[in-house]
């Protein structure tokens, strides 16, 4: 590297190392998920009133500054780059600047407009120099609406560039600091592409911001699930048990279930408990199938613990039971899972 663009890495660090002491992850990951998760286990830790109102706000004072100042330098390091190094090093700072962009929107985005406009600001520029991951993340923000306008028409184009954006730079041996910078940013690349393929899938089935295309969709979650997604797994066995433009083949939804839940996921655990609740794509197993569902109710999906309460019901096996996991259902799961509860228990001649 230039002397210009050490100092300008430098100083980026630097912001990046200010952001992680003001409370921030500093992991600089993108993942628009686990940082509400973090956020909670952490709120659970500290006493409510840990926080004053001039702390509050001297601190989003400090972000607000700290974001501007992360905007200007990632621009001019950009901008100075050129060449292999120089390349893997933008790459580096890319995810460094939409890591801490994500987690500054997740936080502020419905406390503080302007420090959710310039985290929004920040994902545009590095998503618009190449970031996949920061492209993915804001086709996700533009899809659900969140901290700006709903824009499916925005979101569905940004899905395909971190689908099909990735890049390989080629190295010239010997370049042992080079190889091991481009394995951490190739995993982070074919994560993020291994998701936006699942994520475009759910929207060219459904036609939402891009043309309907059932199967581009069901070939992008075969590649994705080829990968080892559960999620893609899982979507892609759906479409092949219950979904009007796919052809019905129980037979490969039931292996595709069964494979989600030999790794764990709760929802491959479910499908595959459907399948075998009535013998689709292979013998029935009611006894196994309600094992399954359990498993499931277990790890907190409420459309299970309905699914066991009903089984429970009717075969009469276990009433008590059934009353608990329909009444533990619509206590945790949204207005529909609600719903149906109460239906469930209608049935029962139960109470919620």
């Known amino acids: 590297m230039t002397a210009p663009v050490v100092v300008l890495f430098e100083r980026i660090m630097a912001v990046q190392q200010r952001w992680t002491e003001e409370g921030g992850d500093g992991d600089g990951d993108g993942d628009v ?31 607000r500054r700290d974001l501007e100042e992360l905007g200007q330098l990632a621009r001019e390091f950009a901008a100075a780059c050129g060449g292999l190094d120089m390349m893997l090093a933008t790459e580096s700072v890319l995810s460094v600047v939409t890591g801490i962009a994500t987690e500054c929107l997740l936080q502020y985005h419905d406390t503080d407009a302007e420090i959710a406009q310039q985290a929004l600001a920040l994902l545009q520029f590095t998503a618009g120099a190449g970031d996949l991951t920061a492209a993915f993340t804001l086709a996700l923000v533009f899809e659900a609406g969140f901290g700006t306008q709903k824009d499916p028409q925005k979101a569905g184009p ?39 393929m699942a994520a475009l899938a759910r929207c060219l089935l459904a036609g939402n911001g891009v043309a309907k295309d059932p199967a581009k969709a069901v070939a992008l979650l075969e590649r994705a699930a080829a990968t080892g997604s559960v999620d893609a797994m ?41 399948m075998l609740r009535r013998g689709r794509g292979g013998p029935r197993d009611r006894g196994l199938a309600l094992s399954l569902f359990q498993l499931a109710s277990d790890a907190g999906d409420c459309v299970a613990m309905l699914s066991v309460s009903k089984m429970l019901a009717k075969d009469k096996r276990d009433l008590v039971r059934a009353t608990a996991w329909c009444r533990r259902a619509a206590s945790e799961g949204c207005t529909g899972i609600q719903e149906n509860a109460k239906r469930v228990a209608d049935k029962l001649g139960v109470s919620l």
């Open 234 to 274: 899982v979507r892609l066995g759906w479409c092949f048990a219950d979904h009007p433009d796919v052809p019905t083949d129980f037979a490969r939804a039931r292996a595709l279930f069964q494979r989600a839940a030999d790794k764990g996921d709760k929802e491959g655990q479910f499908g595959l408990a459907c």
């Open 158 to 196: 940004l899905y395909q560039r971190a689908a099909y954006g990735a890049k390989t730079i080629n190295l010239p041996p010997g370049c042992l600091i080079l190889e091991r910078l481009q394995q951490v940013l190739a995993k982070r690349q074919h994560v993020c592409q291994v998701n936006a």
């Open 33 to 63: 998920h686990a940082p509400p998760q973090k956020r909670q286990r952490q709120a659970c830790q500290q006493p409510h009133d840990a926080v004053t109102g001039d702390q509050k706000k001297k601190k989003t004072t400090l972000l």
